[in-house]
């Protein structure tokens, strides 16, 4: 079972077609979780998913649905290595709102090349300053390239 949130994500059906589909028959909605989200079979969501998927990818994308940071980030991946930064972005900002740094500065990359999101240098520079705080060692790196410091001189330039 996948929410419906998430299933408009895989699809890129609109929640409305969804509602009509489940309402004239066509899908079958399942109970609602936990938390009340409206849910849906996966078997059902399958014909109209834009993304190649291996039968593996469904346990992470359920994960994903039920707000694993990490599960997050790696259907954010599935969707990147598919071309479709747009769905990525959803997936990272979920994972990168929970502090998960390979989230953040994925995310960052996508608003400093404005892939699948409208290209902000604030925000990027934003996003990739947290995960270099977290400890990202790439985004450390990349801050380091962009503040001309040597990434073993994180403490002089007042790093954590």
């Not at 079972?1 to 299933?7: E, G, P, Q, R």
């Not at 649905?65 to 290595?81: I, K, P, V």
């Not at 892939?115 to 925000?123: N, Q, R, Y």
Request: aromatic share 6%.
């Amino acid at each position: 079972m996948i929410s419906i949130d998430t299933a408009v994500r895989l699809t890129d059906l609109s929640r409305r077609t969804l509602w009509r589909r489940i309402g004239g028959g066509g899908l079958e909605r399942g109970t609602n979780d936990s938390r009340g989200r409206a849910m849906i079979e996966v078997e059902a969501v399958l014909p109209f998913v834009t993304v190649p998927l291996e039968s593996s990818d469904w346990a992470v994308i359920e994960k994903a649905d039920a707000g694993e940071a990490e599960a997050q980030n790696d259907t954010a991946m599935l969707f990147l290595s598919a071309g479709r930064p747009r769905s990525a972005i959803y997936w990272l900002e979920r994972a990168a709102e929970q502090d998960y740094p390979d989230a953040m500065q994925l995310l960052a990359g996508c608003y400093l090349a404005g892939a699948g999101i409208d290209k902000d240098e604030h925000l990027g520079l934003m996003w990739l300053a947290k995960a270099a705080a977290k400890g990202h060692l790439i985004a450390r790196q990349q801050m380091a390239a962009i503040l001309k410091v040597r990434p073993s001189s994180y403490s002089e330039a007042g790093w954590p």
